[in-house]
């Protein structure tokens, strides 16, 4: 059971350029979000999603775009990258509303130059 | 919107002391709220988990409490280790959506 999985773990980028972080869960959980984490304030929700074929803005979506076509699975994705983009990116799942709690993964830590 | 604040935003105590963390939030309507630990360059780990219902949880030397009609939230730690040092994240769960305080970094010296 390995939880939430994200790759990569560090990644730079140029100006411009698009890319696509990955998450995975292996707990069969329906919900699924991204949080950035910059220092000084915390982690902010940048979209998250119910289930398989459902998703949401969170507080900072702008400049991402994701999708959720399986369960296990909640890419996100960079479609035009810049320096504001520059942060840590945490995945994090739930088996559902309310109550239940987060589990992140590792983190990916992205660079934009 | 909900607004989630730490306070202090860092701590220093020497090994053995009680640590006393402070979390506040604006909107009481909540389901949850979890106190996360953060070591430097890693991701979060869950600590302790407080639904609405509850007015406290413990695990081994932690303790949280909640006073949901006053939106705060305190995490204590008992007889600090400099292993405790890490920064502290609490979150309240709204629905599907979490919100974070920016943490309290703690430093236990030896």
């Known amino acids: 059971n390995a939880g939430v999985t994200q790759t990569p773990k560090f990644q730079v980028l140029k100006t411009g350029q698009s890319m696509t972080l990955q998450c995975a869960q292996d707990?069969?959980?329906?919900?699924m979000s991204w949080y950035r984490q910059d220092p000084g304030m915390g982690l902010r929700l940048i979209h998250y999603s119910v289930g398989a074929g459902i998703t949401d803005q969170g507080e900072v979506p702008n400049g991402y775009n994701v999708s959720r076509s399986t369960t296990e699975d909640f890419p996100l994705r960079l479609l035009s990258a810049a320096p504001s983009q520059t942060s840590v990116y945490f995945c994090a799942s739930s088996s559902g509303r309310g109550g239940s709690p987060l589990h992140f993964g590792n983190g990916t830590r992205l660079t934009v130059t | 919107k909900q607004e989630v604040t730490q306070i202090p935003a860092a701590l220093s105590v020497p090994e053995g002391e009680n640590l006393v963390l402070n979390c506040s939030f604006t909107d009481s309507a909540i389901y949850n709220l979890q106190w996360f630990r953060q070591d430097p360059g890693k991701g979060l780990t869950s600590l302790l988990l407080i639904q609405s219902s509850q007015r406290e949880q413990t695990s081994g030397r932690l303790n949280a409490s909640l006073d949901k009609s006053s939106g705060r939230s305190t995490l204590y730690i008992a007889a600090s280790q400099p292993g405790d040092s890490a920064t502290y994240l609490c979150?309240?769960?709204?629905?599907?959506?979490?919100?974070f305080g920016a943490g309290t970094t703690v430093t236990v010296r030896a």
């Open positions: 707990m069969n959980h329906e919900y």
């Open positions: 979150a309240v769960r709204d629905d599907y959506k979490l919100s």
